[in-house]
């Protein structure tokens, strides 16, 4: 017995060495990071890889939770109207300088971050650089293109109100963050976008746009001194801005059970729980907890439960995200309202599990393998990847390599993943939003 035990415990060691290795390896392209610092304070990221093609973005640490109330949703009206026309150039002239030329310009809004960012062919660097210079530093915000956008963000809104299945994650933020500022829905409401003025923009840019609150994140094949060249000359001349007001942190959670008549088909459930912040040291545990529970693979324990075993549900998923002070663990389903009790008690079954139980050496390899692997998977997209690594670098002023993520996940234990389950999957801590 002793000896068969002994083999096997010299496979499991030699598979997961070779798999470290062979991981390793396959890591090194993403190591060669560069880092500079503007005197302004803007700092920048560079990976220089072997392509044709080349991305470029700024990310602001500014959000929807910035807004006053009454600025609800202005936020994200500036990242429509922010192409709309500058000193030198009007929207069409904007949109025609990157896309002329097969490019991508594009934009996004989060509760704390607003990023600007295109992809283009390589040669076309530094005309998308001074692009995106124009366009957040030199903006005019023209009255007539900011009355025509109103209308286009109103009709978004309502395309929001008309999908039960994307409104509830915003109607469960405000159960979760009852009160506060991040639990106000990014886009706004219409009479809010209605009355934005070009006062306003330049009011909200001012107070939120800060230079050591912004990163120039950029992958292309050219030689770093030439990027810190180019950023110098599209972005030294913006005054050095610091940011002096802290947010407002959220405190004094209280779990709660909201539910709603909707005439859908469905039923549509949310369930979940406040967690952990960005700098928590639990925060990568509760990602892969999230990943086991219901993350991207079909083989997550919710979807095989409620989807393959049982046919409840189409889409069964749970996501992690987390904020400069706290995060939000939630669990979304849509089901026949006759099997919404039912598919309900499977979610609480799965939820226990993970509570009362350790998982097993061989289920929690698999874990964190199947992790590490869609990481890696990931960032073959390289714009998805220019994205991270910027935000990475403007959280924490670094950026941890594949190969550095990967061991922190590899030293993770089936002890700490059952605490986690236990603190965050507290049935007397979790809210639950229900449309039916």
Known sequence: MQIYFFFF?????????GFLLLLSKILEKYMQLQFYTLKNGIRLVHQQVDSPVGYFGVI??????????????????????????????KAYHIISRIEDVGGELDAYTSKEETAVYATFLNEYYERSVELISDILINSTFPQKELEKEKEVVIEEINSYKDNPSELIFDEFEEVLFDGHPIARNILGTPENVKGFTRRDIFDFI???YHTDQMVLSSIDNLPFHKIVKIAEKYF????EKNRTEKRKSFRNYQASTRIVEKDTFQSHCMIGNIAYDHQHPKRLGMALLNNILGGQ?????????????????????SN?????????FSIYFGTDKENLERAFDLVKKELRQLKERELGMQQFIKARKQLIGQLVISNENREELMLTIGKSYLLYDKVDS????YRKIDQL?????LEIANEILDETQTSTLIYQ
């Open 9 to 17: 415990l010299k496979f499991i060691l030699f598979y997961h060495l």
């Open 60 to 89: 602001l640490n500014t959000g929807s939770r910035d807004e006053k109330p009454e600025e609800q949703g202005i936020a994200h009206f500036i990242e429509h109207v922010i192409f709309k026309g500058t000193k030198k150039r």
């Open 206 to 208: 001012s107070r939120n």
């Open 236 to 239: 030294a001349q913006l005054p």
């Open 297 to 317: 693979s079909m083989n997550s324990r919710l979807n095989m439960s409620l989807r393959e075993r049982n046919g409840l549900a189409y889409n069964i998923e």
């Open 320 to 328: 992690y995200t987390s904020y400069s002070d706290t995060g939000e």
């Open 402 to 405: 594949m190969e550095e993520i």
């Open 413 to 417: 234990t089936a002890r700490e993943i």
